[in-house]
């Protein structure tokens, strides 16, 4: 029998209609994507708008120079795909060059850590072969946002504070667009960031001029950032700027406008797995996605339906089945162009059932690895020293009601004809590299991913994709597209996924019901991100997991942390099940929200 929620308050209402959802982080550009929907665009179509707006209203989360996976289906085609928007190292990212620099880790803010910036080829690539509309409407409102301004929200304004200082003496770029009049922003102020509006606008004009056609307008477009004025003003900046990073010294970049020409967005198909009625897909191990996977083949050997959610059995046995996922992450995930990750053996019964046996009542302190013949990697584990990572490294935290060492963004959309949508997109954060002034946004940071050791699955190499933390998510239910769900959190990701799904498969919640339920994640294993340590045992547990869980799992060996009441994930999901549409959006942050009719 169904676990039943005791507690039918939810936060907001799960959202049901038949006509469309959209479901985001932020209220504005759920409200955009919804408009689109309106107006007789498809989900692609609000898609790319959607996104393009969170560039603008959550700068500290996501940016023109970031990086993107998207995971969808088109009712048109009868399947689920990817498309990979995961800009590759530039052909000067080379071991030897950073060695050269006296770096042992790629730096986790300033040039040396872009990657070709992947989200504009890949949401027109979208737009192309899946939407309806033009790069003019699709453009529109996030030019109006930027141009006219909008209520910034409380924690950009929190970030731009934990980088004043660095903005002021080192990122002059930075100060002149996110410390307006030289102070940092108040929390609802208008916020205005007219460079960024006229760089898109003007992509609007060079598109605009390639005629009648869609297909022209939007290739013209493309050619305008990969080749045209982005690409010179990209190349322009890392070949003159000397720019302060997080190792203490300034380095020139290694992007040029030529990475930029020579690369463009693909389609693939999702890797997925089989879970009962479901079939949840996921990216390749380009990025971690297939850890969620990984979890599912191993939970499938427990039996959890009747298990309370926020009962110390249930928590750590997802647990202590992440962590053996997440060392295989590290072990043998990497970029498939590159290296063969035999996700085959993985995600196979026999290696599972064997790797389940290593699963006691007992919190494992271990990084455990599968073994592989002829794969597969060893990371050498760093402990933290002093603290957590400086200011403006790593991924961004969601600070004050989410307290994490990774966020960006997401959003789910599903329409009146049953096209589905899941993205998110990061990379490009205002805190993560200086502002080129012509366009008014920074450059991303994904390249601290790669190791700076020859011979693992991750480490550095030219035209090769960093193991993204990125990682959107599309269920299958009976053979039919059912959920897309997803969040944002970096390392965590992959587990307030799982925990979400776990709960709306096997304790019978709604979807704001598994998002507003009580959350958890370990620390246990490598971060992503700069300066790359991990704490062994931690299991971070927000406040309202029952006291008497929390006793039990630090019987059973966990180092648990409790956080604030709502600390953990910003989750959002949408679903199809016709007629009918629903989706749900996270109370944490207070920015995310769903709609739909």
Request: aromatic share 8%.
């Amino acid at each position: 029998m169904n676990f039943v929620n005791p507690n039918a308050f939810t936060t907001r209402p799960e959202i049901v209609g038949t006509f469309g959802v959209v479901t985001s982080t932020h209220w504005i550009a759920t409200a955009v994507g919804m408009s689109i929907l309106e107006k007789g665009g498809n989900a692609f179509d609000a898609a790319v708008a959607t996104a393009f707006t969170l560039q603008v209203v959550e700068p500290h989360l996501c940016g023109p120079g970031g990086d993107v996976p998207i995971i969808l289906h088109d009712v048109r085609r009868g399947r689920p795909e990817v498309i990979c928007g995961q800009g590759p190292a530039p052909a000067g990212a080379t071991i030897a060059h950073y060695r050269a620099q006296g770096l042992d880790m790629v730096p986790g803010t300033g040039l040396l850590a872009a990657c070709i910036p992947g989200t504009f080829d890949a949401w027109m690539l979208l737009l192309r072969d899946y939407g309806t509309l033009r790069p003019a409407d699709v453009l529109a409102p996030a030019i109006a946002y930027a141009r006219d301004g909008h209520p910034i929200v409380e924690r950009a304004c929190a970030t731009i504070a934990t980088v004043r200082q660095q903005f002021e003496t080192h990122w002059k770029t930075s100060a002149a667009v996110f410390l307006p009049g030289g102070d940092v922003p108040k929390p609802g102020s208008l916020f205005r960031n007219p460079a960024l509006a006229d760089a898109y606008s003007r992509i609007v004009r060079e598109a605009d001029s390639a005629g009648g056609s869609r297909d022209a307008q939007i290739e013209r477009a493309r050619h305008s950032w990969s080749q045209g004025f982005v690409a010179e003003a990209i190349d322009r900046f890392c070949r003159t700027q000397d720019v302060m990073d997080v190792s203490g010294r300034p380095h020139k970049g290694v992007l040029t406008g030529d990475d930029m020409a020579r690369w463009q967005a693909t389609v693939e198909a999702p890797l997925t797995y089989r879970y009962g009625r479901y079939t949840v897909c996921k990216t390749g191990p380009w990025g971690q996605g297939p850890a969620m996977l990984q979890q599912l083949a191993l939970l499938k050997g427990f039996d959890l339906d009747g298990l309370d959610p926020t009962s110390a059995q249930f928590i750590h046995l997802q647990i202590e089945c992440a962590k053996l996922a997440y060392a295989d992450r590290e072990a043998f995930y990497g970029d498939p162009a590159f290296v063969e990750v035999p996700m085959a053996t993985l995600l196979s019964d026999a290696y599972n059932a064997e790797r389940r046996t290593l699963i006691t009542d007992q919190a494992s302190r271990e990084l455990r690895p599968g073994r592989i013949d002829g794969f597969g990697g060893v990371v050498t584990l760093r402990r933290p020293e002093g603290g957590r990572a400086a200011a403006g490294a790593g991924e961004p935290t969601v600070g004050r009601l989410g307290q994490v060492s990774g966020d960006t963004v997401h959003f789910d959309i599903v329409d009146r004809d049953g096209n589905m949508v899941s993205a998110t997109p990061s990379g490009g954060w205002l805190q993560s590299s200086p502002v080129i002034p012509e366009l008014g946004f920074p450059l991303g940071t994904r390249a601290q991913m790669f190791w700076l050791e020859e011979g693992l699955p991750g480490s550095l190499a030219p035209g090769k994709r960093p193991r993204t933390t990125l990682t959107p998510t599309l269920a299958l239910r009976d053979e039919q597209p059912y959920l897309a769900w997803g969040s944002p959190g970096g390392d965590q990701q992959d587990q307030w996924i799982t925990q979400f799904f776990l709960r709306h498969v096997h304790c019978g919640m709604n979807l704001q019901e598994a998002i507003d339920a009580p959350a958890w994640h370990s620390e246990h294993f490598p971060s992503s991100f700069w300066p790359r340590t991990a704490r062994p045992g931690v299991l971070v547990v927000e406040n309202r997991v029952p006291s008497a869980t929390v006793a039990e799992l630090r019987r059973r060996g966990h180092e648990v942390e409790v956080g604030e009441d709502w600390s953990e994930g910003r989750l959002t999901a949408a679903s199809r099940a016709d007629p009918w549409r629903r989706a749900a959006a996270n109370p944490r942050g207070m920015q995310g929200y769903a709609a739909g009719r």
